[in-house]
């Protein structure tokens, strides 16, 4: 680990150099007047030091506050290292521990110095979202109330256990999740069933998707998770004027419509429980003519947040730091003690993130390496990234607060967003609006493992994101608002004669 020790030394170095520089400039401001140093005015300047360095208008904070959007000044611009701090303050007030008394909401009990607290077997905010499956339901019918509890699957009613999670058959090979609400390696276990991720262990990543309250009483409201009101939607606008279909936008103070994916591995050596946020969940798989289930503990290996906000949308995509390796990293030899989906003693198909054949036994790992470094400064084009030295500040904030949080060992892989705002204000069966999104490559190598490639982000696959079909629109081209979650609606039996008229 001697290069990321060695990115924290530079950036100590530049903090003592621009704390120099602010006292030079002190010291010629007052002409050589003595001066009185108080804790505040070093915290306030180290704050400043901070602020410069990472060059973002709101630092994030260890804090249950969940923006909507990037706060800018009068006469700023919008810029990476801006939005790189909006999702890091998104992980943090998603991943603070929930309300028992409303899901989707932070317990504003919950000191800081709890935040990440290993073993903690209460959800966190993003965890009592609505999952998919619980509101696009068969007949489309309508779902429960936001506060209804989760139910358990009947199929694993026999080994139920008290806070168990469900993650039913999210394996990437299962056809019976709709996958197309994510990017990359989601979309391709539709078109390949042969997409799944294994892990060294030889376990199987799996994975679920939710959204916030603020998204889930928008479909409610219109009935989107009926297939036929969709395509209502759409034909009232064309008529009427309007997107048909629009997501409610998020602003720095309140938030938008969220929607969350995670990535689970099963954590089968009790030890990492101290490293990982951790879940107890229902595992089967409901392809299966007689699925078993079982119930696991499971790590949080990556962490997908899409909110509305800025007129489109943000993809920020978080990772644990003992996932996989980059390339460079494996040449500089600058390496975690361990990686869950990478090892250097591979004997068997070690071709980098290569796709698993039909007949390969699932327990064989897949050697997953990231194709690009987690970006610095300019890395990743004209443009002013900081990801790696903004992650090693925050994972340094987590450990003043909470020396052992889980949190400490996330990294923000980066974010999608959009430069300028493309307004999506009418129906349309072309892909919408994203050629201004930045950066142009980023993928999550647990959750994207084989779409890492040069000039292929989030939104190339979310522009073209469609309502569900029905027997109103058996092939639709609309467009869902970049949401591929809509596409899960059905329609009602009773209605399906009638849906032309």
Request: a negative charge; charged letters at 20%.
């Amino acid at each position: 680990m001697q290069g990321r020790g060695s990115m924290r030394f530079i950036y100590i170095t530049l903090a003592v150099f621009m704390m120099v520089a602010v006292a030079g400039l002190g010291r010629t401001a007052n002409q050589g007047q003595a001066l009185e140093t108080s804790a505040s005015d070093t915290e306030l300047s180290q704050a400043l030091i901070d602020q410069n360095y990472l060059n973002c208008f709101d630092l994030p904070e260890i804090s249950p506050e969940l923006p909507g959007a990037p706060r800018i000044e009068d006469g700023m611009q919008m810029s990476q290292n801006i939005v790189n701090c909006f999702a890091w303050q998104e992980f943090i007030a998603l991943n603070w521990t929930a309300s028992l008394d409303h899901d989707g909401q932070a317990d504003m009990s919950i000191p800081a110095s709890m935040f990440g607290e290993p073993g903690d077997e209460r959800p966190v905010v993003w965890e009592t979202y609505k999952e998919a499956y619980e509101v696009f339901l068969p007949n489309a019918v309508a779902p429960n109330p936001w506060n209804a509890e989760q139910g358990i699957p009947e199929v694993c009613m026999d080994v139920a256990v008290e806070g168990a999670r469900e993650l039913p058959s999210l394996a990437k090979a299962s056809e019976a999740v709709q996958v197309l609400d994510e990017f990359g390696q989601a979309n391709s276990a539709v078109s390949d069933p042969n997409a799944w991720l294994t892990a060294q262990s030889g376990h199987r990543a799996h994975y679920e998707v939710r959204m916030n309250e603020v998204e889930f009483d928008y479909i409610v409201e219109h009935e989107f998770y009926n297939a036929l009101k969709q395509y209502e939607a759409v034909q009232e606008a064309l008529e009427e004027g309007g997107p048909g279909i629009y997501f409610p936008l998020g602003t720095p103070d309140e938030p938008g419509a969220i929607e969350v994916k995670g990535a689970w591995i099963e954590l089968d050596n009790p030890g990492l429980i101290n490293r990982y946020l951790t879940a107890e969940a229902y595992i089967y798989n409901e392809q299966e003519e007689d699925p078993d289930c079982y119930v696991a503990t499971m790590g949080l290996i990556g962490l997908h947040i899409i909110q509305k906000s800025n007129d489109q949308w943000t993809w920020a995509t978080f990772e644990h730091v003992q996932n996989a390796p980059s390339i460079d990293e494996i040449a500089r030899q600058d390496l975690e003690d361990v990686y869950r989906f990478w090892s250097p003693n591979c004997r068997v198909d070690c071709l980098p993130n290569k796709k698993p054949s039909a007949d390969q036994p699932y327990d064989q790992p897949i050697q997953v390496v990231r194709i690009k470094d987690i970006a610095d400064v300019g890395s990743w084009g004209s443009f002013q990234n900081n990801v790696a030295s903004l992650n090693a500040w925050m994972q340094a904030q987590i450990r003043n607060i909470n020396p052992d949080s889980v949190f400490q060992y996330y990294e923000l892989v980066s974010v999608g967003w959009p430069v300028e705002e493309i307004k999506n204000d009418h129906p349309t069966t072309s892909p919408l609006p994203y050629q201004e999104i930045i950066p142009a490559s980023l993928a999550n190598s647990v959750m994207e493992t084989y779409y890492q490639q040069p000039g292929i982000n989030c939104s190339d696959c979310h522009s073209v994101a469609h309502i569900a079909p029905s027997s109103a629109d058996e092939s639709p081209e609309w467009r869902s608002d970049y949401s591929f979650l809509l596409s899960r609606a059905d329609e009602p039996e009773s209605d399906s004669g009638d849906a032309e008229e």
